[in-house]
């Protein structure tokens, strides 16, 4: 399967630690981005890359939240000190730009916080 | 006010019935409108693009856009039961604007019925 794949698919943690995602998108995707679902809301946007450059944060994510993509690959989203809030879906998509807009995305990494 | 406001539903209707989804938006910027459909517990799938206004027809799916009211739709001829999910409306500006990165309405859960 080439689609975008992302780990876990499900993290529990206790509050005040911290959490890791990962994802991997579709391997000739040069563009990445993260968002996030909560229930019955649609994706909200997070962060993009373009290749290895993270070009926009949303003025919504806290400093607790760092995004990497080493090498224009994988990406990964760490959440610091979680917070109940945080609880959500992790929704990672790639594109490769040919028709702006047009997202792939991944089945989500789903974040409880205790 | 949200960019992007869609009614979450649900909207149930009988198998074989026409279904229209709608849209409002707020950005006249926005050139890229999109449907995304997701069914429980998965990410956004892309099911119909439209640049600009006008129809697009794709099978059982029609999507139109009147930029002029700021209103896109969705309609679903013969509707099945497959077709219960959470349909989700994005849109973009032209990325020689600058951004692309899609913002989405809050989705309209569809129920089909047997």
């Known amino acids: 399967d080439t689609g975008v794949s992302q780990d876990p698919r499900h993290k529990i943690t206790k509050r005040g630690q911290n959490v890791t995602f990962r994802c991997d998108p579709i391997s000739e995707h040069n563009r990445l981005y993260w968002y996030r679902q909560t229930l019955g809301q649609g994706p909200e946007f997070l962060t993009y890359f373009q290749n290895e450059a993270q070009l926009e944060k949303s003025r919504l994510l806290s400093d607790r939240f760092s995004a990497e993509r080493p090498k224009g690959s994988f990406s990964t989203l760490e959440i610091q000190r979680t917070e109940q809030g945080d609880s959500a879906m992790y929704l990672c998509a790639s594109s490769f730009g040919r028709l702006d807009g047009e997202l792939f995305f991944g089945e989500g990494s789903r974040l409880t916080v205790l | 006010q949200k960019e992007v406001e869609q009614d979450p539903g649900p909207l149930s209707v009988p198998e074989g019935a026409i279904v229209s989804l709608n849209c409002t938006y707020s950005n006249s910027a926005f050139q890229y409108f999109m449907w995304y459909r997701q069914y429980s517990r998965k990410g956004p799938e892309l099911l119909m693009y439209t640049y600009s206004s006008g129809n697009k027809e794709d099978g059982r799916f029609t999507a139109q856009v009147d930029k002029s009211s700021k209103y896109i739709s969705l309609f679903i001829r013969d509707s099945q039961p497959s077709d219960s999910a959470t349909y989700l409306c994005?849109?973009?500006?032209?990325?020689?604007?600058?951004?692309?990165?899609?913002?989405f309405g809050r989705g309209t859960s569809l129920i089909v019925h047997p």
């Open positions: 994005a849109m973009s500006v032209d990325s020689s604007g600058g951004s692309y990165i899609p913002t």
